[in-house]
């Protein structure tokens, strides 16, 4: 013992026995609370596997809350909210969107009517207060398949709910995401409701109407899991093996539980190996684990916690962090990925991937930011928004395919962002259309930088060997930096653009109230439209077709005219339009073949004269899939002879799709129908198609016959126009007949037929009776 390195032994023994056995005590210690921090980490997964869940449903409903304050849908105006609806369900992860009345009527983006008056939704958001609701999975009797989830969020306007919009989903989305989750060998995850029943398992065998105490075989359990907002459990499965079940409550639903069930010999695998493991390492590697441990963990868990941090800030929504990727390892390697992954979601959430752009809703983000900024500037400026549509953009994609009209973009767009100053900006708004903050002094800069803007984007393109000349229809509606809204401010220029297209594109417009009032009239004009027939406010009025050699009635030409209280002093000719825009003239023109098939029917009844009645079609009738039945149905029930009926084809629709329209002719003529081209000479018509279509009549346009007189050159045309006619075997009609110098000039042009008001204006059946009775 008096040896120094006997007593420094014996102490270093005696020190590392009591250090072992101190160590060894310490661990068992922690190694006996070991489980209760795995259920821990258990816990953690699970709650963090929630909160996946609920951030994506309230991401859904988001989605639902911003279509349902928008001010398309709030307007509850269809035609508008249908293509909006439509463009939005397309890509996303909505099975569908309804719009929905309060009364219950309800249209989907499968494009079907339905009655959701007796659905969850319906009653607890129309007939009960509250705003929005996640419903409880359900069978729809309208969708085939899995059971659905609706999200919906009640429609409001000045405060009160006028409606409500429904996005559906498949339960089968749920599934995906639980089917997704790998948890160790023998785990997996699952969802239940508030009343304990399965809403989502992996397994196909349990669907949504199996409740929780057939999964866990015991009610206590089911009890604690839907009393609690998380926890762990053990229950037994089929098999007879113990598992551990830990649930957590996903925040964003109605109540649901998300549960990861695991055996229990798998749970605690680890802590047992650990067990084995310490039992015959403990001595060998003790001091060298703890030196290692120490010096390792310094120099692995800082960036780790640095990386930590960093993942933080991006989930709380900022996408300018970066991540240290110098670090020499796996850290750094994981750095330089999340890097690269966070570019791309910047990259995917604030552009549009065609332009290279901002899209709408970054356009939306960094708006206020930009206005915040100007706000500053002490100089006077005016602030406007402008939406720049391509002009006929359907054409572009028709010649070259959508590859050129995306190329037309991106080519468009790089020109206008050329145009823009500091500080403004420009985005990708929808389909065609760019939209713009810009700044200028007054309104007379924001003309000039209108008209300068219209230049720059109708520079000719040249794409794959063609030369593009576009044209844009623009629409600016002026911001104040503190009073607009900017919602209104995008609908202002909205409008604006609207009434540059209407006139025709290729201009700029800046709103005005005298475009509102224009826009609403017309909404007016046409919601009288939509009711016209049903209230009989639809009538004929006739002109007669006389024969220039006899001067005898030979036909007349059935017009149509409206009298509406509201509406009587506009021209038929802007009635005709606007329903050929609205599609209403399909069924008006169905109901104007009836009846001048009855009227002229009626008269030869009276022994009034064998003459033919002659009616306009509309482009759209053409189109009609159900014309020659409605043709045919117009015949059966006034018992009209066919021969008896011409109908009339203007010549630009004659010479659109002539295959076509040659086929549709040659069925007409085969009925004994009779056909005439109508304001020929103001088109363009191809000699070779015009030889081809079996036509009866060419009726030259009056105003040809209106300068005759006076131009020689409308002369030569006419009489051009009878000679080729004459050669083609087709008898000629001059519309516009007014004089008698005009008749002296026809007949010495050896014309067939004419009409106008020498002959008489358009009259009234009763009144055109009387006439008929005297000849």
């Keep these: 013992m008096k040896s120094i390195r006997t007593q420094m032994s014996i102490y270093m023994i005696i020190m590392a026995v009591l250090l072992f056995l101190s160590l060894g005590l ?33 991401g859904l409903s988001e989605q639902i809350r911003m279509i349902s304050r928008s001010s398309v849908i709030s307007s509850l105006d269809m035609d508008v909210i249908k293509p909006f609806l439509l463009s939005i369900s397309d890509g996303s992860k909505f099975r569908n969107l309804t719009i929905s009345d309060i009364a219950g009527s309800a249209w989907t983006t499968y494009d079907v009517e339905i009655d959701i008056s007796s659905q969850e939704q319906f009653q607890r958001i129309i007939l009960g207060s509250e705003n929005e609701l996640i419903s409880r999975p359900f069978k729809s009797p309208y969708i085939e398949g899995a059971p659905i989830i609706t999200i919906s969020h009640a429609v409001k306007q000045n405060g009160q709910t006028i409606g409500l919009v429904n996005g559906v989903i498949s339960t089968e989305f749920l599934n995906q995401i639980v089917r997704e989750i790998n948890f160790k ?34 009610r206590s359990v089911k009890d604690k899991i839907l009393s609690t907002s998380e926890g762990i459990n053990l229950y037994k499965e089929d098999t007879g093996e113990e598992f551990i079940v830990i649930h957590s409550k996903i925040e964003s639903s109605p109540g649901w539980v998300f549960l990861m069930s695991l055996s229990q010999e798998e749970a605690y695998m680890e802590v047992n190996a650990i067990y084995k493991y310490l039992e015959i390492s403990f ?23 640095n990386l930590k941090k960093v993942f933080e800030k991006a989930s709380n929504g900022d996408f300018s962090v970066r991540a240290d990727e110098s670090i020499k390892n796996e850290v750094g390697d994981a750095a330089k990925s999340f890097n690269k992954m966070l570019y791309q979601i910047k990259e995917l959430t604030y552009k549009d991937t065609i332009t290279g ?19 500053n500037i002490h100089e006077e400026q005016s602030g406007y928004i402008a939406v720049v549509s391509v002009d006929d953009f359907k054409k572009i994609n028709s010649i070259g395919g959508y590859e050129t009209g995306n190329i037309v973009l991106k080519r468009l767009s790089d020109s206008i962002k050329g145009f823009i100053g500091d500080g403004e900006l420009i985005a990708r708004y929808f ?10 002094k007054n309104l007379e800069e924001i003309h000039i930088r209108l008209k300068r803007l219209k230049a720059i984007c109708c520079t000719p393109l040249e794409i794959k060997g063609i030369e593009y000349r576009l044209k844009v229809s623009i629409g600016a509606g002026l911001l104040e930096f503190t009073n607009n809204r900017v919602e209104d401010v995008i609908h202002h220029g909205t409008i604006a653009k609207l009434k540059v297209k209407k006139l025709g594109g290729d201009g700029y417009e800046i709103y005005n109230e005298d475009i509102n009032h224009a826009i609403k009239q017309e909404q007016e004009i046409e919601n009288s439209l939509y009711h016209a027939l049903e209230n009989k406010e639809f009538y004929l009025v006739y002109q007669p077709i006389v024969d220039i050699r006899t001067n005898q009635i030979v036909g007349n030409e059935a017009l149509l005219r409206w009298d509406n209280k509201d509406w009587g002093h506009i021209p038929i000719y802007y009635i005709i339009e606007l329903m050929e825009k609205k599609g209403i003239i399909v069924d008006v023109g169905e109901w104007v073949l009836t009846e001048a098939c009855r009227q002229n029917k009626l008269w030869q009844d009276k022994n009034l004269g064998d003459f033919k009645v002659s009616v306009n079609l509309s482009p759209l009738q053409l189109e009609d899939m159900g014309f020659m039945d409605k043709i045919q149905k117009a015949l059966e029930l006034t018992e009209l002879d066919p021969k ?68 020689g050159n409308a002369k030569a045309i006419i009489s ?47 009144i055109l009776e009387s006439l008929l009775k005297q000849l």
């Design 26 to 58: 310490v661990i068992n210690h922690r190694l006996q609370s070991l489980p209760e921090e795995i259920k821990n980490q258990y816990q953690e997964i699970t709650s963090s596997r929630a909160d996946e869940v609920s951030k994506e449903l309230e």
């Design 185 to 218: 060998r023998t785990g997996y995850a699952w969802i239940a409701d508030e009343q304990g029943r399965v809403i989502s398992h992996p397994s196909r065998v349990i669907d949504n109407e199996t409740s929780l105490i057939d999964v866990l075989g015991d």
């Design 283 to 305: 001595i060998i590697g003790l001091i060298i684990v703890i030196i290692f441990a120490i010096i390792y963990s310094n120099t692995i868990s800082k960036p780790i916690m």
């Design 357 to 375: 752009l901002y899209n709408y809703n970054s356009f939306l983000i960094e708006l206020p930011h930009t206005l915040e900024y100007f706000r």
């Design 431 to 440: 389909g065609d259309e760019i939209i713009l903050f810009l700044v200028d």
């Design 644 to 711: 008896y009926l011409e109908l009339e084809i203007t010549e630009s629709s004659a010479m659109t799709n002539v295959k076509d329209k040659l086929e549709q002719i040659k069925k007409l003529k085969n009925m004994g129908i009779k056909i005439s081209i109508d304001d020929f000479g103001t088109g363009y018509s191809s000699l070779s198609y015009l030889t081809q279509l079996p036509i009866d009549t060419l009726k030259i346009d009056r105003s040809f016959v209106k300068d005759m007189v006076s131009d």
């Design 720 to 766: 051009t126009i009878i000679t080729m006619a004459k050669s083609l075997n087709i008898k000629v009609t001059a519309e516009g007949v007014e004089t008698e110098k005009h008749l002296e000039m026809l007949k010495s042009m050896e014309c067939d037929k004419i009409q106008g008001y020498l002959v008489s204006r358009p009259l009234k059946p009763e």
